[in-house]
């Protein structure tokens, strides 16, 4: 990062600090000048340093997107490269208690057997890993929210855009509703797209996920056959297969906070490999490839 990028980035932290008094919710941190750190604080206190004129002010990385990073630097390593020069501290007494709900989230998914009779403790599971991996990106998120209803659909969460692959989302398939449909056992047949399929349209676009147990990300064969039948149908809906081992993956990087992004990252990257693989029949299967 150059230093006229990292003089703007400090000026718009301190034009912002004005309107945001309290620097006690994480979105802006404190220079401490003997340590040379970013103090963060979460926990909703007022900070313990005196703020002057002179103090060095930064926003959160995890801002830096929604506030138009591209006037700042159009690096896109210039996030890590803050962490790289400075060591970011975050301060908040709920901390401990954040990183032991996460390890508990993540070990609690071998405790979920397969089929009907951990059916709905996988729900509340997926419900939860979906609010840690994407809490800035979705809102809302609930659980059966149309119990009632003839299609009742199992998670569904409002996109806010906050992010790039999420932008993407609701520019290019008009989902602000994202469902998430909760499958508790590993192989998917074309009545699971199908089921989807019909769930879309509307406020809930063209996109749209299944969350299963399978040990792989990748589509087998019967999958891929599934989602082009539907992604080349008028409709071109896009029926994403999402896996448990994915989100708890995602959740493992939750903890440590240079890694906040890794799922919005892997999500674009999983976007791209469908349209670029699958919906050409250009299946790779890797797993053959080890053999």
Request: proline share 2%; glycine share 6%.
């Amino acid at each position: 990062m150059s230093n006229e990028e990292r003089q703007h980035l400090t000026i718009l932290s301190q034009d912002l600090g004005g309107v945001f008094a309290l620097y006690s919710i994480g979105f802006l941190g404190v220079r401490n000048d003997l340590s040379r750190t970013f103090v963060f604080c979460h926990d909703g206190r007022q900070p313990s340093k005196t703020i002057t004129q002179d103090s060095e002010l930064i926003i959160h990385p995890c801002y830096w997107s929604a506030l138009g990073k591209n006037d700042i630097g159009d690096d896109e390593n210039f996030a890590e490269e803050i962490f790289d020069e400075y060591e970011v501290t975050i301060y908040s007494a709920d901390a401990d208690q954040r990183s032991q709900i996460l390890g508990r989230t993540i070990s609690a998914l071998n405790t979920i057997p397969l089929g009907t009779d951990g059916a709905t403790r996988f729900e509340e599971w997926c419900r939860d890993a979906i609010n840690f991996c994407f809490s800035t990106q979705i809102s809302n998120v609930e659980l059966h929210p149309n119990r009632n209803a003839s299609q009742r659909r199992d998670v569904v969460g409002t996109n806010l855009g906050t992010s790039s692959v999420w932008r993407r989302i609701v520019e290019d398939y008009k989902s602000r509703q994202i469902i998430f449909e909760v499958k508790n056992y590993e192989s998917l047949s074309i009545n699971e797209f199908r089921q989807v399929h019909g769930y879309l349209g509307r406020e809930y676009g063209k996109l749209a996920f299944i969350i299963c147990r399978s040990k792989n990300i990748e589509l087998d064969h019967t999958e891929s056959s599934a989602f082009r039948e539907f992604y080349r149908s008028e409709s071109g809906h896009m029926i994403v297969k999402l896996t448990a081992n994915w989100l708890n993956a995602a959740l493992s990087k939750l903890r440590s906070p240079q890694k906040h992004d890794f799922a919005d990252m892997q999500l674009s990257k999983l976007l791209d490999e469908y349209i670029r693989v699958y919906a050409n029949e250009q299946l790779v299967r890797k797993n053959s490839r080890k053999r």
